[in-house]
């Protein structure tokens, strides 16, 4: 019988349902591959060359692993499989590396590095950030292979990072040095959550991350609070009201050159429309009232600064003293689209804080964390996918310009000048960075038949 894009999805998710799938990533998940801890180093490199490299070659890749090109960062796999240079050619891309265990911090029952079912999830590290994904991706793909008898009718290479966890260390350096061998016409990858469980979602970039702290040292030590407090300066309320000119109560930025200078973009802004985001799993809440008035969840999200204090300290919270603090400092970051010049952020925030009457309060440490990233919603290859996408799952998917968190994108766009198409599998409630990380199952299932009728697609004449 000839194999369909039907039977091939069919084939995919009868290999799911049978329970194969979950094997599979139960033996990615059992190798405690955390980039952010030196001692598993060992394991970080068994999940190339022991794991993914093997499979990969299997399925007709050849393989490589190289060193990081920033020493002591973890191996990058790269693959690739050519039929024919004629042919379209996909970069695809993941991380083999997570974050570290918490392997105390779990709730009874679950430890990171063992796959537990439970209700419709799966629990374990790197579940959904992001074995779990590229895992679903290279499930799809044998899929497709074996329908075709052994061809894709495309070319695709492939990039497996291990340093993602540590901010892509060395990813920029690798592939600005192997720019010929990466040369492709679009990526297509996964990472990150929809923007609900239920909706499928295709997303063409991410917003970038600043971080800077905000610094008021006002003596060498604290002094007494009793002789001292009531005539000399108190650094934390200072600080607290510069924050406070920084940032409204309900969260709207004041410092005005951070925002995209001429407003939303109408192509993000109508991309946006009728995306409805929900708050799921025990994660957080929306808040109607914080953030810019006038905009949807969406828009804030996706289409505008946010300014967050990640951490804030004076005095010593765990033993406080009688004493008026010496000093006091607030971790900040910026997460920002490309509409944004964050050049700016820095000497906007001086000129803002200057006028605002707190000359006296430092910017130390200004930097890009991750650059934003975003290929236009229209660009044909968004709508090749979309189409793709829907046809298999028979429901509408969900574009959004940029996801909200970072992810190494501006890199492949910024030397391969590909296209960026996201597909992610996981969800905003999925924990993916402290304990109970876990993939839902449903979304993983969908990702599977998606990805296959993606892969079936690109090798369509
Ligand atoms: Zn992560």
Not at 426 to 435: A, E, L
Request: aromatic content about 8%; some cysteine; overall charge negative.
């Amino acid at each position: 019988m000839m194999a369909t894009r039907e039977s091939a999805i069919a084939a995919a998710l009868e290999f799911f349902d049978a329970g194969k799938f979950r094997e599979r990533l139960s033996d990615l998940v059992a190798i405690p591959s955390t980039s952010q801890d030196p001692g598993h180093a060992p394991d970080v490199r068994h999940y190339l060359e022991g794991a993914t490299g093997p499979w990969l070659e299997r399925m007709g890749f050849s393989v490589q692993v190289h060193p990081n090109p920033l020493p002591g960062n973890g191996p990058i796999l790269t693959a690739e499989r050519i039929e024919d240079p004629a042919r379209p050619t996909v970069l695809t891309y993941g991380h083999g590396d997570t974050v570290r265990g918490l392997d105390e911090q779990w709730d009874a029952g679950l430890r990171p590095w063992v796959l537990t079912e439970a209700g419709d999830r799966w629990y374990g590290r790197g579940t959904a950030d992001n074995k779990g994904q590229h895992a679903i991706n290279l499930t799809a793909l044998e899929h497709v292979l074996a329908a075709r008898g052994g061809k894709l009718g495309f070319n695709l290479k492939i990039v497996l990072e291990t340093s993602e966890e540590r901010g892509s260390k060395g990813l920029r350096e690798f592939v600005a040095a192997h720019t010929e061998a990466l040369k492709a016409d679009v990526l297509i990858a996964s990472d990150g959550p929809r923007v609900a469980s239920h909706v499928p979602t295709l997303s063409t970039g991410t917003r970038g991350s600043f971080h800077f702290d905000l610094v008021l040292k006002l003596r060498p030590g604290g002094v007494h609070s009793g002789n001292w407090g009531g005539m000399t300066t108190d650094p934390a309320i200072v600080l607290a009201h510069a924050i406070g000119a920084i940032c409204d109560r309900n969260g709207k930025i004041l410092v005005r050159g951070w925002l995209p200078r001429n407003g939303m973009p109408n192509s993000v802004r109508a991309a946006l429309a009728g995306c409805d985001m929900v708050a799921e799993g025990e994660a957080a809440t929306i808040d109607p009232g914080w953030g810019e008035p006038g905009f949807s969840a969406a828009e804030k999200i996706y289409g505008w600064t946010s300014f967050i204090v990640l951490a804030m300290l004076s005095g010593r919270p765990e033993n406080p003293v009688n004493a008026v603090a010496p000093d006091a400092v607030a971790h900040c970051q910026i997460r920002y689209t490309v509409d944004v010049d964050p050049a700016q952020f820095a000497p906007a925030l001086r000129a803002h804080l200057d006028a605002a009457g707190f000359p006296e309060i430092a910017i130390e440490h200004a930097g890009i964390g991750m650059p934003a990233s975003r290929t236009n919603p229209d660009d044909p290859w968004v709508g090749f996918v979309r189409a793709s996408m829907e046809n298999a799952l028979g429901r509408r998917v969900q574009v959004i310009p940029n996801a909200g968190g970072g992810l190494p994108g501006d890199v492949f766009v910024d030397y391969l000048h590909v296209p960026l198409v996201w597909i992610p599998h996981s969800y905003n409630g999925c924990k993916q960075h402290g304990p109970n990380e876990h993939l839902l199952i449903a979304p993983a299932r969908e990702g599977l038949a998606a990805f296959t009728g993606i892969w079936w697609d690109l090798g369509e004449k």
